[in-house]
């Protein structure tokens, strides 16, 4: 008996460019901190890449627009601690992209089975993209400054 062994994705580095004043991500470390398997071919990953620096730079631009006008030519060059060698801003920048991607990976791969059991793995993802979603946000809000939860009184 054969066996199916999905390889669409590359061993080699490919970066995904940025803005210049965002970092840009490299595809296979995004694959590789996602456990993305090559079913997910790497032209749907660096699809759905784009889409999350779309969306994660327009959410932080006031904020890259504030860095720049004090001065800051690169996210690299916000003064912050730094962790494994690189700004922690820069760790969060890359966390919110993975999880973007992560969480629109986990929400257009679930229908790929025709099977009932795939029924039941894409019931089983759903939390995994919110989850994903959820850290996008605290990512986000920690580049921010801000705290990961807003509770008001009613």
Known sequence: MSAFIASGGTAEPYPITNDGWFPDVDGR???ASLRLDGSVTDARLEAAAVNAIIEVNRELASWQGEQRAAG???LQDV???EVAGKSYLVHLYHRAIGCAVGAEIAERYRDYSATGD???RADAQLPTADEYRR?????IR?????VHTTVELI
């Open 29 to 31: 470390e995004l694959r």
């Open 142 to 146: 920690s580049i921010l400054g801000r």
């Open 72 to 74: 800051r030519e690169t």
């Open 135 to 139: 850290d996008v946000r605290w990512a």
């Open 79 to 81: 003064p912050a601690s």
């Open 118 to 120: 795939g029924a039941e």
